[in-house]
């Protein structure tokens, strides 16, 4: 009986390990076109709430809640952005839904440090944040807290 010598072929799936030095590119969730679309939904939103303001009258939140609704539905279920992305996006939209003060802060800036943290990054945002001085430390005890909540739960 002739001998069997089972050829042994390199597994074509295997790959190397990744160094530790070696990063991932990170490529942001939100493409060009979807800031393009979702800004003016921002600025007609904070427009209405100023025209109420100026006039003094108030929609007691519901703007703020049927924005921060839509977003956060598209930051969480289809989109499946980061905790840092939609929690921002959240605490910008509880502020916002305070009557009178939502008028005062714009949701847009919210949006734009929401743009802001997803094509750059975090560490980024941290980083500006630590050159602020006392107002960065505040904002950066606060991240840090609602993480230890967040990854509690």
């Given amino acids: 009986m002739p001998e069997q010598n089972p050829i042994i072929r390199p597994n074509k799936r295997a790959t190397a390990p990744k160094k530790e030095d070696e990063q991932e590119e990170y490529k942001p969730k939100l493409s060009m076109w979807e800031i393009v679309i979702i800004t003016p939904f921002y600025l007609i939103s904070d427009t209405l709430e100023l025209f109420l303001f100026l006039f003094g009258l108030s929609d007691f939140g519901i703007i703020s809640m049927i924005r921060t609704s839509i977003s956060e539905f598209y930051f969480i279920v289809i989109k499946k952005m980061g905790k840092e992305i939609w929690l921002t996006s959240l605490v910008v939209g509880v502020i916002t839904a305070m009557p009178y003060i939502g008028a005062l802060i714009p949701s847009t800036i919210g949006w734009g440090i929401v743009v802001y943290i997803d ?8 980083s500006i944040l630590k050159k602020t001085g006392a107002v960065g430390k505040v904002i950066n005890k606060a991240a840090d807290k609602a993480s230890a909540v967040t990854g509690k739960v």
Avoid at 119 to 126: C, I, L, N
């Fill in 119 to 126: 094509w750059f990054g975090m560490k980024k945002a941290e």
